[in-house]
C-alpha cells in the first residue's frame, strides 16, 4: 500500500514568507508525528495528533509554528514569518497508535529559508 | 528529560567484520526503536524492541535491549558495503500524554569499505 507522502519536496523561500507543508499518512493511521531534521542530527519532535487533535505540542520551537489535522487525515505544518534558522527537513510519521506504535515516516520536506 | 546517545557517532568498518553500535538512554522506557538512514533519504523502520532481553535479527543486523542498563546494541556481523547509512536510535517515554513521541540519538553513520 501506499506510504506516508508529503509535499513539496522542496521549498525554497525568503526569510519573512510563510511556508505551508503537508503531510498525508499511510490510510488508517490514527497517529501522525511531525519531526524537524536539522544537517548531521537525528529527527527532534515537533507535533503529535492522535486523531484530529494535537496530543502534544511540546516541540514546536516558538508561536510561528503550528500544524493542523482538521478531518484526521493529511495534516499542514505551517510556518509563520520564516528564520534562516528554520532550514531543515521537515518529517511526518504516521502510526496506528497501538504497541508496538511503529512509526513510518514520509520522504521529507527539504525548507531553505533565504 | 529523556536524552539518548549513540557511540560511536562515526564508524569506518571493513568488509566482513563485525561491530556493535549502542545506544544508551536516561530514563525509564518501554520501547525502543532502530532506524536506517540513507544519504538524502527518509527513515527506514529496522527494528522495535519492547521488553527486557528482547533481541531480534534481521540478516546481517541484530538488536537487543536491556532495560535496567537502559542499554541496547545493535550488532553487525560481516559487513557489506550495502550496510553504509546513519542508523538511529529512538525511544518512547513510558506512558503519559507523550505516548509514541520519539527521541532520537545523534545517529551513527556507518561506512563499510573493501
Known amino acids: 500500500g501506499a506510504g506516508v507522502s508529503q509535499t513539496p519536496s522542496n521549498k525554497v523561500t525568503e526569510k519573512g514568507k510563510y511556508v505551508e507543508l503537508r503531510c498525508d499518512p499511510i490510510?488508517?493511521?490514527?497517529?501522525l508525528y511531525w519531526y524537524r531534521q536539522s544537517l548531521g542530527q537525528g529527527p527532534e519532535f515537533l507535533i503529535y495528533?492522535?486523531?484530529?487533535?494535537?496530543?502534544?505540542d511540546s516541540g514546536l520551537p516558538n508561536d510561528r509554528f503550528f500544524a493542523v489535522r482538521p478531518e484526521g487525515s493529511v495534516s499542514t505544518l505551517k510556518i509563520q514569518r520564516t528564520e534562516r534558522g528554520d532550514s531543515a527537513v521537515y518529517l511526518c510519521?504516521?502510526?496506528?497508535?497501538?504497541?508496538?506504535?511503529?512509526?513510518?515516516f514520509g520522504p521529507g520536506t527539504r525548507l531553505t529559508v533565504l | 528529560e529523556l536524552k539518548v546517545e549513540q557511540n560511536p557517532l562515526f564508524l569506518s568498518m571493513q568488509e566482513g567484520k563485525n561491530y556493535t553500535i549502542y545506544c544508551n538512554y536516561s530514563?525509564?522506557?518501554?520501547?525502543l526503536y532502530w532506524y536506517r538512514q540513507d544519504p538524502g533519504k527518509s527513515l527506514e523502520s529496522l527494528f522495535v524492541?519492547?521488553?527486557?532481553?528482547a533481541v531480534k535479527q534481521e540478516g546481517r543486523l541484530m538488536a537487543s535491549l536491556d532495560t535496567k542498563a537502559r542499554l541496547s546494541t545493535l550488532h553487525i556481523t560481516a559487513a557489506v558495503h550495502d550496510l553504509s547509512a546513519t542508523y538511529f536510535c529512538?525511544?518512547?517515554?513510558?506512558?503519559?500524554?507523550?505516548?509514541?513521541?520519539?527521541?532520537f540519538g545523534q545517529g551513527t553513520i556507518l561506512t563499510v569499505h573493501p
Open positions: 510519521a504516521s502510526s496506528t497508535g497501538q504497541v508496538p506504535n511503529e512509526q513510518f
Open positions: 490510510s488508517g493511521h490514527t497517529a
Open positions: 495528533f492522535q486523531g484530529t487533535g494535537a496530543a502534544d
Open positions: 530514563t525509564t522506557s518501554d520501547r
Open positions: 524492541l519492547l521488553s527486557n532481553g
Open positions: 529512538a525511544v518512547t517515554n513510558a506512558g503519559g500524554t507523550s505516548y509514541g513521541k520519539l527521541t
